[in-house]
Nanobody, 124 residues
Framework: QVQLVESGGGLVQAGGSLRLSCAASGRSFSSYAMGWFRQAPGKEREFVASISWSGGSTYYAYSVKGRFTISRDNAKNTVYLQMNSLKPEDTAVYYC?????????????????WGQGTQVTVSS
């Protein structure tokens, strides 16, 4: 069984930064791609970013490209999401997820395991 635990969320002013972390346990973290998704109140869960098993490839939603950076440390079984230049529309619960494969995935159905989520609130 895989467990994913997110941390690092909080309240920040527009233009500020936050770094989310997701610690994984339970199986070979380094063998699978990872992703970050988010869900705002009243909206569907949406893809934010994905990183391949090695960290060599990354992919971002258009809305966050150039502002967010996904990275991973396979020695620490942890994936990160550095969020800069935050906007009020970035307010959501952020979830990390472990994919069923090794390459980048943008569809939520490609992910087998999910964390409990961490709240990010950006004030204007």
């Amino acid at each position: 069984q895989v467990q994913l635990v997110e941390s690092g969320g909080g309240l920040v002013q527009a233009g500020g930064s936050l770094r989310l972390s997701c610690a994984a346990s339970g199986r070979s973290f380094s063998s699978y791609a990872m992703g970050w998704f988010r869900q705002a109140p009243g909206k569907e869960r949406e893809f934010v970013a994905s990183i391949s098993w090695s960290g060599g490839s990354t992919y971002y939603a258009y809305s966050v490209k150039g502002r967010f950076t996904i990275s991973r440390d396979n020695a620490k079984n942890t994936v990160y999401l550095q969020m800069n230049s935050l906007k009020p529309e970035d307010t959501a619960v952020y979830y990390c997820a472990e994919s069923s494969g090794r390459t980048i995935a943008t569809y939520y159905g490609d992910y087998n395991y999910w964390g409990q989520g961490t709240q990010v609130t950006v004030s204007s």
